[in-house]
Nanobody
Framework: VQLQAFGGGAVQAGGSLRLACAASGRSFAALGMAWFRQAPGKEREFVAR????????YYSDSVKGRFTISTDNTRNTMWLQMTSLRPEDTAVYYC???????????????????WGQGTLVTVSS
């Protein structure tokens, strides 16, 4: 599986951005897909996760109600719609894929086998 993340940029606090993750290489139906982020000097942290049907959705408490994760099966693309952005959302955002799309253990970055290259989101106050 190859993943490519794009859509990052600079935005003012309160603004919105939409990130995309394009997947290629194999069948994706069984995969769990997620977004993680890593701010300077901090560990990579879980942001949101979905399966390709959108039936298992999980969000970190810090983004719940502001970010929405979704997939477009026809385009093999995962999205992260980010609204009401805050300076603390500034980070490099990574998309990731997990072979086990049904697991309830989803916050640990180590369980994801495939990673995109990351896209930078900068939120200014």
């Amino acid at each position: 599986v190859q993943l490519q993340a794009f859509g990052g940029g600079a935005v003012q606090a309160g603004g919105s951005l939409r990130l995309a993750c394009a997947a290629s290489g194999r069948s994706f139906a069984a995969l769990g897909m997620a977004w993680f982020r890593q701010a300077p000097g901090k560990e990579r942290e879980f942001v949101a996760r979905t399966d390709w049907l959108g039936t298992r959705l999980y969000y970190s408490d810090s983004v719940k109600g502001r970010f929405t994760i979704s997939t477009d099966n026809t385009r093999n693309t995962m999205w992260l719609q980010m609204t009401s952005l805050r300076p603390e959302d500034t980070a490099v955002y990574y998309c990731a894929a997990d072979k086990d799309g049904t697991t309830n253990v989803y916050k640990d970055a180590l369980r994801y086998q495939y990673w995109g290259q990351g896209t930078l989101v900068t939120v200014s106050s």
